[in-house]
């Protein structure tokens, strides 16, 4: 099974930076797409960004042109640079993975257990 481990959120100030890491790991065949996502308190997971295996990315409206996703794949590694944080990008962030496993037949969603922003104003 595939897992997935964020890792570099924590608390800083508005207009602050964080860089966030998610590590895969485990019977790993192949890695389609990777993204992170994020829930706040009493709201609803919304995309964040998105990375295909060609490179190609999508950012929700909020965070164009303060966040950028990238990605190592052959260390089946996303990371997402976040600069210019402002409060209302409080939230756990998660890590999420269309993984096709070894001997597996399909690409399979997979998350990490999710790292806490916390951006004080």
């Known amino acids: 099974q595939v897992q997935l481990v964020e890792s570099g959120g924590g608390l800083v100030q508005a207009g602050g930076s964080l860089r966030l890491s998610c590590a895969a790991s485990g019977s790993i065949r192949d890695i389609r797409a990777m993204g992170w996502y994020r829930q706040a308190p009493g709201k609803q997971r919304e995309l964040v960004a998105l990375?295909?295996?060609?490179?190609?990315?999508n950012y929700a409206d909020s965070v164009k042109g303060r966040f950028t996703i990238s990605r190592d794949s052959a260390k089946n590694t996303v990371y997402l640079q976040m600069s210019s944080l402002k409060p209302e990008d409080t939230a756990v962030y998660l890590c999420?993975?269309?993984?096709?496993?070894?001997?597996?037949?399909?690409?399979?969603?997979?998350w990490g257990q999710g790292i806490q922003v916390t951006v004080s104003s």
């Open positions: 999420n993975a269309a993984a096709l496993e070894c001997g597996g037949s399909y690409y399979l969603s997979r």
């Open positions: 990375i295909n295996s060609g490179g190609s990315t």
